[in-house]
């Protein structure tokens, strides 16, 4: 979808301030939202193309407005509303009220705590070959789906270069949306910066963008 | 915040002391000093550089310390000719187990707007000029692949421990928005 989260390129958000000596957390409930995006996700209530697709899908002056876990709190919620593991009138009350749905791999537990502090894992055997190879020419295509999607924008009808293949992996635009797997091969293309911003690029700059096969075309 | 996991420890679906043990193993398994020890072993080892450049998750593997690391982790490395720098233009994608959770900044609309567009005015907000000719390589990581960057080694380093060397190794080094710290300068 064409979100505000989609920010490459945008101008007007000042500049980069860095916190000296960050703490991990701000407040503690910050830490409590992280756990719970990651308890339910790997207790199987959804894929982690699914809670992006919902922070992204918070209207924007919200997305904008809020700070990074007030968006992973607002996007859980959301999630696990649609999908029926809680009631909107839980929400409201605070308080659960109706039974439970069953979870694809059940409670989450703290003997399950070990196994989620490993990443998981994405590739997926090809159905067909690669349709690209490294250094082949490629326009990332000019299109525009209304629902979750890693193109980004800054990107579309430009040509780079494939410059690695990444094997093939699980296709977000799918998982996302309740497609399944659909599994995509999947490559860093690269892109000049005077072909990304126009003439008056830096032409220092080389930008590079991980793409699936459904993103691309030949040039 | 409360409500919601007042919420779902009722229905059933998580415990309240899985939550606390999420917690814990972030703060105190994860961070920029697992990133800091592969720099280090890559500027004192080169054949563990080179795999670390042709495999970064195998080569990861083979280190004790942080040997759950995920799949799909590139290092790419900075030479005279070529700064990298990572980024994630669309939500929040970083190397977890080597760097530790991101800075707010890292995560928030400065950063991720003007990156890819303008990476030397950002590389002037955290204080860092390069040469006029260095490329600026800007990795968007749009998927699930990780990358870490591999700073270079400073001067003056010659002799080392990869101890020592590990704790010239700054977070932002390993991000590409900021250079290790030199010998004998205060961190």
Known sequence: ?219 | MRALETILTEKGYVEPAALDAIIQAYETKIGPHNGARVVAKAWSDPVFKQSLLEDATKAVRTLGHVSRVGDHLVAVENTPQRHNMVVCTLCSCYPWEMLGLPPVWYKAAPYRSRAVKDPRGVLADFGLTLPKETEIRVWDSTAETRFLVLPMRPEGTEGWSEEQLAGLVTRDSMIGTGLPGKPGAPS
């Not at chain 1, 924007?60 to 407005?65: F, G, K, N, T």
């Not at chain 1, 659960?96 to 490993?118: C, N, W, Y």
């Not at chain 1, 525009?144 to 780079?160: I, K, S």
């Not at chain 1, 892109?191 to 911003?197: C, I, K, Q, S």
């Open chain 1, 1 to 219: 979808m064409n979100g505000v989260h989609d920010m490459g390129g945008m101008d007007g958000f000042g500049k980069v301030e860095a916190e000296p000596n960050e703490p991990m957390f701000h407040e503690p409930w910050e830490g409590r939202v992280l756990a719970m995006v990651r308890a339910m996700g790997a207790a199987g209530a959804f894929n982690i193309d699914t809670s992006r697709y919902y922070r992204e899908a918070l209207p924007p002056d919200i997305y904008l407005a809020c700070s990074y876990y007030q968006k992973w709190l607002l996007g859980l919620q959301d999630l696990l509303v649609d999908k029926g593991f809680i009631a909107a009138s839980e929400v409201a009350s605070g308080r659960a009220s109706e039974p439970a749905k069953s979870l694809k791999h059940g409670k989450f537990t703290v003997d399950d705590v070990e196994r989620i502090m490993v990443r998981g894992k994405f590739a997926r055997p090809a159905a067909a070959p690669a349709r690209f190879k490294i250094g082949d020419r490629v326009r990332a295509k000019n299109i525009h789906p209304a629902t979750h999607t890693r193109l980004p924008r800054y990107t579309r009808g430009h040509v780079g270069v494939v410059e690695r293949n990444l094997g093939c992996n699980v296709y977000p635009d799918s998982a996302a949306t309740g497609g399944g797997e659909n599994p995509q091969w999947l490559y860093t293309v690269v892109f000049d910066g005077v072909e990304l911003w126009g003439p008056d690029a830096d032409p220092t700059t080389k930008v590079s963008i991980d793409a699936f096969e459904p993103y691309l075309e030949k040039a």
